[in-house]
């Protein structure tokens, strides 16, 4: 197992989180977080489980508001646009859900062509399907085209999710824990995968998990959330032999070498 | 506008239950606001609408049927003794059509599509709600109000005076069958004697409730799924409310509008 070349720090920010507040009632989840993506690079967002990873990703993608701070998107302000900005913005994002979230009454022919249809209204009829086969192609999948999501093992549901939100060609990618519930070997085709959309499609990304394995194979940077901020920033190996008495507790528990 | 931002759950807990009632009317009133800001504003999703037309009717047809036939029919026998003890007999097909246009089959086809529509429109919104279904659409920028409750509620709408006006015939076949069986009275007497005191206003009358109902139905069922807490009993609880609150409501609508048509009558 390998690790992936260190972030290009003078890439531009495609994604830039200062001082960001969430709560939820008294329950205070995120206070002073900050964090920077830059293009082309794979962030890995490592943390326990109800320290507001996903929450971070949602308010990125415009579904939760943060409390306050600024969290900038592709140079627009999240929180401060519109809603059709905020449809428009949400096209060059790609959010890949923890339990897929594919539409069950669809195929999966349906599912990946639902977004297309909204908003590629330029397309043609062939080129739709084109565009389908190659992104099941690119997941591996185009046997599925015509099943239903409840026929589908776990690990393509993910890779279908995946492929649906590749379809629009966005920018920057969200994976919402992207092993979670996986077996070893589904695992690893999934931090392969994410690695050919990066390579392939140039995107940059946010993978929230707490899977060390796919924290080392797909990462270029880590940030550490704990304590409800970003403690701990920088390569997987960094933070690994750091022997940090805050982040070590979280690799000893999680890691088998 | 983002699904936080108009979620019931996430403003500040009231100190009472009257409190509780009028935010939760605040928010039913915004999503109805929401609803016709939606539905009549473009992008229109015309294949949605007319799928979830089809799928209201198709759903509620057989049960529709069978209840509108059972109703005519028994209604029928039931009303015979009162009418025969005057030697009035006669009138039965004049009371049935009067008496099923005017308010049986609004009120059976509104009660049967709260049962079957209504708790089907909020299991499915809560299932989605539940499995971030709602929002994978948000976030790859389709807007799941106009996808799934705007093209629901207006298919209701549509559909609801088409499927009472069936009701009142198939109920009619009924009252039909057991008229011929005990009388011996042709279908073209029959018709000709039930129809014959039917105004215009009943007509429009039992349109307008079944507009009202339908989009009372529909609206319930979408308002209790689309925010349906997390959790297969969130909805199950949102399917349930759903069919409860629309029933309720529905008896409402029918004694205001029986009161402001009689105003008309008179």
Same mark, same amino acid.
């Given at each position: 197992?390998?690790?992936?070349?260190?972030?290009?720090?003078? =890439?531009?920010?495609? /994604?830039?989180?200062?001082?960001?507040?969430?709560?939820?009632?008294?329950?205070?989840?995120?206070?002073?977080?900050?964090?920077?993506?830059?293009?082309?690079?794979?962030?890995?967002?490592?943390?326990?489980?109800?320290?507001? #990873?996903?929450?971070?990703?949602?308010?990125?993608v415009?579904?939760?508001? *943060?409390?306050?701070?600024?969290?900038?998107?592709?140079?627009?302000?999240?929180?401060?646009?519109?809603?059709?900005?905020?449809?428009?913005?949400?096209?060059?994002?790609?959010?890949?859900?923890?339990?897929?979230?594919?539409?069950?009454?669809?195929?999966?022919?349906?599912?990946?062509?639902?977004?297309?249809?909204?908003?590629?209204?330029?397309?043609? #009829?062939?080129?739709?399907?084109?565009?389908?086969?190659?992104?099941?192609?690119?997941?591996?999948?185009?046997?599925?085209? %015509?099943?239903?999501?409840?026929e589908?093992?776990?690990?393509?549901? +993910?890779?279908?999710?995946?492929?649906?939100t590749?379809?629009?060609?966005?920018?920057?990618?969200?994976?919402?824990? *992207?092993?979670?519930?996986?077996?070893?070997i589904? !695992?690893?085709?999934?931090? #392969?995968?994410?690695?050919?959309? @990066?390579?392939?499609?140039?995107? !940059?990304?946010?993978?929230i998990?707490?899977d060390?394995?796919c924290?080392?194979?797909?990462?270029?940077?880590?940030?550490?959330?704990?304590?409800?901020?970003?403690?701990?920033?920088?390569?997987?190996?960094?933070?690994?032999?750091?022997?940090?008495?805050?982040?070590?507790?979280?690799?000893?528990?999680?890691? $088998?070498? | 506008?983002?699904?936080?931002?108009?979620? *019931?759950?996430?403003?500040? #807990?009231?100190?009472?239950?009257?409190?509780?009632?009028?935010?939760?009317?605040?928010?039913?009133?915004?999503?109805?606001?929401?609803?016709?800001?939606?539905?009549?504003?473009?992008p229109?999703?015309?294949?949605?609408? &007319?799928r979830?037309?089809?799928?209201?009717?198709?759903?509620?047809?057989?049960?529709?049927?069978?209840?509108?036939?059972?109703t005519?029919?028994?209604?029928?026998?039931?009303?015979r003794?009162?009418?025969?003890?005057?030697?009035?007999?006669?009138?039965?097909?004049?009371?049935?059509?009067?008496?099923?246009?005017?308010?049986?089959?609004p009120?059976?086809?509104?009660?049967i599509?709260?049962?079957k529509?209504?708790?089907?429109i909020?299991?499915?919104?809560?299932? &989605?709600?539940?499995s971030?279904?709602?929002?994978? &659409?948000?976030?790859?920028?389709?807007?799941?109000?106009?996808?799934?409750? =705007?093209?629901?509620?207006?298919?209701?709408?549509?559909?609801? *005076?088409?499927?009472?006006?069936?009701?009142?015939?198939?109920?009619?076949?009924?009252?039909?069958?057991?008229?011929?069986? %005990?009388?011996?009275?042709? =279908?073209?007497t029959?018709?000709?004697?039930?129809?014959?005191?039917?105004?215009?206003?009943? $007509?429009?009358?039992?349109? $307008? +409730?079944?507009? /009202?109902?339908?989009?009372?139905?529909?609206?319930?069922?979408?308002? @209790?799924?689309?925010?349906?807490?997390?959790?297969?009993e969130?909805?199950?609880?949102? =399917?349930? !409310?759903?069919?409860?609150?629309? &029933?309720?409501?529905?008896?409402?609508?029918?004694?205001?509008?029986?009161?402001?048509?009689?105003?008309?009558?008179?």
């Open positions: 197992m390998t690790s992936k070349n260190m972030t290009d720090f003078s =890439a531009e920010k495609v /994604i830039e989180i200062k001082e960001l507040d969430k709560a939820f009632g008294s329950y205070q989840v995120l206070e002073g977080a900050n964090l920077d993506l830059y293009k082309g690079e794979n962030l890995v967002v490592l943390g326990k489980s109800g320290t507001g #990873k996903s929450v971070l990703i949602k308010i990125i415009g579904l939760l508001r *943060p409390d306050s701070g600024l969290v900038n998107v592709l140079g627009q302000k999240v929180d401060e646009i519109s809603y059709q900005e905020l449809l428009d913005l949400r096209l060059r994002i790609g959010f890949s859900f923890q339990n897929s979230a594919l539409y069950d009454s669809m195929t999966v022919r349906d599912n990946l062509e639902f977004p297309l249809v909204r908003n590629r209204k330029d397309l043609t #009829k062939s080129e739709v399907n084109a565009l389908i086969e190659e992104m099941l192609d690119a997941v591996g999948l185009a046997q599925t085209i %015509n099943q239903m999501p409840s589908l093992s776990g690990g393509q549901r +993910k890779r279908i999710g995946i492929a649906r590749l379809i629009l060609k966005p920018e920057i990618m969200l994976y919402d824990e *992207p092993t979670a519930g996986l077996d070893p589904t !695992s690893k085709e999934i931090n #392969k995968l994410i690695n050919d959309v @990066q390579e392939r499609y140039h995107t !940059s990304a946010i993978i998990t707490h060390l394995t924290a080392k194979e797909v990462g270029n940077r880590v940030a550490m959330l704990m304590e409800r901020r970003f403690e701990r920033q920088g390569s997987f190996e960094q933070i690994f032999n750091s022997g940090d008495q805050l982040a070590q507790p979280f690799f000893d528990y999680n890691f $088998i070498q | 506008m983002s699904i936080e931002q108009e979620k *019931p759950a996430d403003t500040p #807990k009231p100190v009472s239950k009257l409190g509780n009632f009028f935010i939760t009317l605040y928010h039913v009133f915004g999503f109805i606001g929401r609803f016709f800001k939606e539905a009549f504003l473009p229109y999703e015309f294949k949605e609408l &007319m979830q037309c089809y799928e209201i009717g198709y759903r509620s047809a057989l049960l529709i049927s069978t209840t509108g036939f059972i005519g029919l028994v209604f029928t026998k039931q009303s003794p009162s009418l025969s003890e005057f030697g009035a007999t006669s009138w039965l097909p004049s009371l049935v059509g009067i008496a099923l246009l005017r308010t049986l089959a009120l059976l086809t509104g009660l599509a709260a049962g529509v209504g708790s089907s909020g299991a499915e919104l809560g299932s &989605m709600k539940v971030e279904q709602i929002d994978a &659409m948000e976030v790859s920028a389709t807007n799941p109000f106009k996808f799934l409750v =705007a093209t629901r509620v207006l298919a209701a709408t549509i559909t609801m *005076p088409i499927l009472t006006f069936y009701t009142a015939m198939v109920g009619m076949l009924g009252a039909l069958l057991n008229v011929s069986v %005990n009388e011996g009275t042709s =279908a073209t029959f018709f000709q004697s039930a129809l014959e005191n039917i105004t215009f206003l009943d $007509i429009i009358a039992s349109t $307008i +409730k079944a507009i /009202i109902f339908g989009f009372t139905i529909a609206i319930v069922g979408c308002y @209790q799924g689309y925010h349906s807490s997390k959790g297969t969130g909805v199950g609880k949102a =399917a349930n !409310s759903a069919v409860v609150t629309a &029933m309720f409501l529905i008896f409402v609508e029918e004694v205001v509008c029986v009161q402001i048509f009689s105003l008309f009558n008179t």
